[in-house]
């Protein structure tokens, strides 16, 4: 009972920093109906925003709490910036060309961000130890400080995430552009404007997944967010692309069954139960767990 509830607790916590980088995919699929491959990149990019503003605001010497939080607020405003820069550079232009010509986009803009970082930095950086990690005993489970800090971050960005999509005129809008942007632009909204909200306020949740990352695991890599990128993308499939709770629920179920996979059967195994989630779900629920089956007009 007590290797179960770790591993709950573990996969929990793995699932919050899944579904941080699952909403930014399910937010654009909501507007504009493409999926954002350059995602991953971005979360990538956070690590080395974060590297490079630790090192030059002196908090990699001397690691305060504000000083770590001040890095991660400007890593997710960095995240936030080039998400919009993606958006207004690469996908506006390729709107009106189809899903596959965006599609095609976003794979080249990945590939470029990944290279670009490859040839700037390098391989395998390490990230300085920016909190001490604490570990506590509670009935024989194992509670480090890496885990309360993913917990609370997380529980408090999607609080803040609920009250900008429910409560302010800039939520409104993207509600609206989400159910149809030509009725949208009718109605005054400015359409190409909320897109780049939309990529912005994905790209700074990335941002804040990406710093979560490198502080459990210090080090950064052109190639880190493959794997949790595309992870991501299969929880907010399983969970319904386009739907924000779906998202979060998708990403906590991929993160348990991670975990308990890696603690009862086989680590190698946890890897693939990513993907053979992702065709189950295919196969007998298309429109994910929380997602709505919609009948198109021909």
């Not at 908090?59 to 770590?68: D, F, K, M, R």
């Not at 809008?173 to 404007?193: E, N, T």
Request: with cysteine; proline share 4%.
């Amino acid at each position: 009972m007590t290797l179960f509830i770790q591993q709950v607790v573990n996969g929990l916590s793995l699932g919050a920093i899944y579904a941080l980088i699952a909403l930014g995919y399910t937010m654009v699929y909501g507007t504009l109906q493409m999926i954002n491959f350059a995602h991953s990149e971005v979360f990538m990019m956070g690590g080395f925003f974060a590297l490079l503003l630790a090192r030059a605001t002196g908090v990699a010497e001397n690691p305060t709490l504000a000083g770590v939080a001040l890095v991660a607020v400007a890593t997710m405003a960095s995240c936030a910036l080039l998400g919009a820069a993606i958006e207004r550079l690469a996908y506006r232009p390729m709107r009106k060309s189809g899903r596959l010509n965006l599609l095609i986009t976003a794979i080249g803009m990945s590939l470029l961000l990944q290279n670009s970082a490859l040839l700037v930095w390098g391989t395998n950086v390490p990230f300085p130890d920016l909190l001490p990690r604490h570990t506590w005993n509670v009935a024989g489970v194992t509670l480090s400080s890496n885990n309360l800090l993913v917990f609370g971050v997380t529980i408090a960005l999607m609080i803040g995430l609920h009250h900008v999509v429910e409560r302010t005129q800039m939520g409104r809008a993207m509600r609206a552009v989400a159910v149809s942007r030509d009725a949208a632009a009718l109605m005054g909204i400015p359409v190409d404007r909320v897109i780049a909200f939309t990529f912005a306020l994905g790209s700074a949740l990335a941002g804040a997944a990406s710093m979560l990352w490198v502080i459990d695991n210090p080090r950064v890599d052109p190639f880190m967010g493959t794997m949790p990128g595309l992870k991501a993308f299969v929880a907010a499939v399983l969970g319904g692309i386009g739907s924000i709770p779906g998202a979060v629920a998708g990403a906590l179920l991929l993160g348990l069954c991670e975990t308990m996979v890696s603690g009862y059967l086989s680590s190698t195994w946890r890897d693939a139960v990513a993907f053979m989630l992702l065709i189950v779900i295919l196969l007998y629920r298309p429109a994910g767990l929380l997602g709505k089956n919609v009948a198109e007009k021909v």
